[in-house]
């Protein structure tokens, strides 16, 4: 009787300890089929935009005299060039914004047509006699100053006084500070040349986020 007893006490902390296995094993195969199907997706994703990007040529890192970084895995891109003694630096980023498309000549927008914005901050330095920082819109086809103010040296404000808006300067002064960026490059071919390369580098940037965010699920 006692050897009964013994033999049943053995079953009996076996049967919780199997269904612990149990649960853990089909706890395990749903996490595995579950990463399976996002590891899958992410790679038919990842398929279809190399497949509609493959006829795109990547845009020329080089434009008129800048000189391009495209910053990797970052959403900025910075151009560089000299002019006279100036040494000028544009921060770009990558599309932070849309407005709706105007309207054509003679007809009605599209109200699902949009038109992407992109940011640029211009740095003109002159050696150790401070920058001048523009802040610009670069829409498709033309580029939009929006502020500007001269930072004197390493004790500028956190917060400098940035001046006005630019549309509430003079007419004249405004089309004159156009012509001083016009003549160091800064132009609407370059707003349609950063257009483009902003598209490409968007597409580059997500297959490299979605090939990284399999690896990781992957990982075993």
């Known amino acids: 009787m006692a050897r009964l007893l013994r033999s049943l006490r053995k079953t009996l902390t076996l049967i919780p300890q199997f269904h612990i296995s149990r649960r853990s094993y089909i706890s395990e ?12 997706l992410l790679r038919n994703e990842i398929q279809y935009e190399i497949q509609s990007s493959s006829s795109s040529k990547p845009p020329a890192n080089k434009f008129g005299s800048f000189l391009v970084d495209g910053r990797p895995s970052e959403r900025w891109v910075t151009l560089n060039r000299q002019f006279a003694d100036e040494n000028i630096k544009v921060e770009v980023t ?11 000549s003679g007809g009605v ?17 002159k050696g150790d006699r401070g920058v001048l920082e523009i802040m610009c819109s670069a829409w498709p086809d033309s580029i939009e100053i929006k502020r500007l103010f001269v930072r004197a040296d390493k004790n500028t404000p956190a917060e400098p006084y940035a001046g006005p808006d630019f549309e509430e300067l003079d007419d004249e002064l405004q089309d004159g500070l156009y012509d001083f960026l016009d003549a160091r490059g800064i132009d ?21 986020w979605m090939e990284k965010v399999k690896s990781f699920i992957e990982r075993k």
């Open 109 to 125: 927008a599209n109200a699902d047509e949009v038109q992407l914005h992109i940011t640029l901050i211009v740095n003109i330095s």
């Open 188 to 208: 609407n071919k370059l707003a349609t040349y950063l257009h483009q390369y902003m598209k490409h580098k968007d597409k580059t940037e997500l297959i490299g």
């Open 94 to 104: 990558m599309f932070d914004g849309a407005a709706p498309a105007p309207k054509v």
């Open 29 to 40: 195969m749903r996490k595995e089929a579950f990463e399976g199907n996002i590891s899958r």
